[in-house]
């Protein structure tokens, strides 16, 4: 069974930073891509950042300098380092294995939960 759980999730002023943390189970984690999703307050769930299995990164041009995705092949874990916060990151962040890439949540692959990130003005 692939279990996908993400964490690190939280509520902070503009400005502020938060790491989210997503770690994999039941898939190979280094022959995986593995992408970050989000879905705000009457927006779509779209795709935020993206690290392929060789290793190329793709980031959202909307948050491209202020977030950053790396990954822990030991822990079966990959990250998304999120700095100088702005309310309109407020969303549900969502981690998936194997989404191939897609623009769109749920698309394929397998998908966790979601942990809420809140950021007030």
């Known amino acids: 069974e692939v279990q996908v759980v993400e964490s690190g999730g939280g509520s902070v002023q503009a400005g502020g930073s938060l790491r989210l943390s997503c770690t994999v189970s039941g898939l190979t984690f280094d022959a995986s891509d593995m992408g970050w999703y989000r879905q705000g307050p009457g927006n779509e769930c779209r795709l935020v950042s993206l690290?392929?299995?060789?290793?190329?990164?793709y980031i959202k041009d909307s948050v491209e300098g202020r977030f950053t995705i790396s990954q822990d092949n030991a822990k079966n874990t990959v990250y998304l380092q999120m700095n100088s916060l702005k309310p309109e990151d407020t969303a549900l962040y969502y981690c998936a294995a194997d989404s191939g890439g897609s623009w769109y949540c749920r698309h394929k692959g397998y998908w966790g939960q979601g942990t809420q990130v809140t950021v007030s003005s």
């Open positions: 690290i392929s299995s060789d290793g190329s990164t």
